[in-house]
């Protein structure tokens, strides 16, 4: 074999190499795709949708209300749901309109609509903890949420990323909002 021979299968090798650690890093730290299992979130998104989320954002920004978000959740699942609940407040849902620290706020994205009244209290909480979020499903009469016990309030640890585009199918690509 020649030293060229192998000169030349090292720089071949190395852009395949390069190609494969510039995926990984992507995927890892910068972007993934994910499908909608379900209808908690119809309206917005609907089972076998596939969606774009971005892993990057929240390293230099903090998650805000009405995001729609990835979270892992029971550790091999993962769920997609909207914030509703930030750091430091007191919500409720009293006649299907939301409170902020007892005030009312509007729901810019006209997801109230028929669910049970809420308060955070039923998780045991006065307020939302630091690094902790509620997340409510989009579909509120038919999701598992931070509503109920069994998901509760959200670390951001847990956050993977923030939703933001529709990619499947095809003729439904739309920025999530």
Do not use: C
Request: a neutral charge; hydrophobic letters at 40%; proline letters at 3%.
């Amino acid at each position: 074999m020649d030293f060229r021979d192998i000169s030349e299968f090292i720089k071949d090798s190395a852009k395949y190499i390069l190609v494969i650690v510039l995926v990984l890093v992507i995927v890892i730290y910068v972007a993934s795709l994910q499908q909608v299992v379900g209808p908690s979130m119809s309206k917005t998104l609907n089972n076998k949708d596939i969606i774009l989320i971005d892993k990057l954002s929240y390293r230099f920004s903090e998650p805000k209300r009405f995001d729609v978000i990835s979270f892992e959740y029971a550790e091999t699942k993962y769920l997609i749901k909207r914030i509703i609940g930030m750091p430091g407040e007191h919500i409720k849902y009293v006649d299907n309109v939301l409170y902020v620290n007892d005030v009312e706020y509007g729901d810019k994205n006209g997801l109230n609509e028929i669910t049970d009244d809420f308060d955070i209290k039923k998780l045991g909480f006065d307020v939302i903890p630091d690094d902790m979020y509620l997340v409510i499903g989009d579909n509120r009469t038919n999701s598992l949420d931070g509503r109920s016990k069994k998901v509760g309030l959200i670390k951001k640890e847990d956050i993977i990323g923030k939703a933001i585009v529709r990619i499947w199918p095809l003729n439904g690509i739309k920025v999530i909002k």
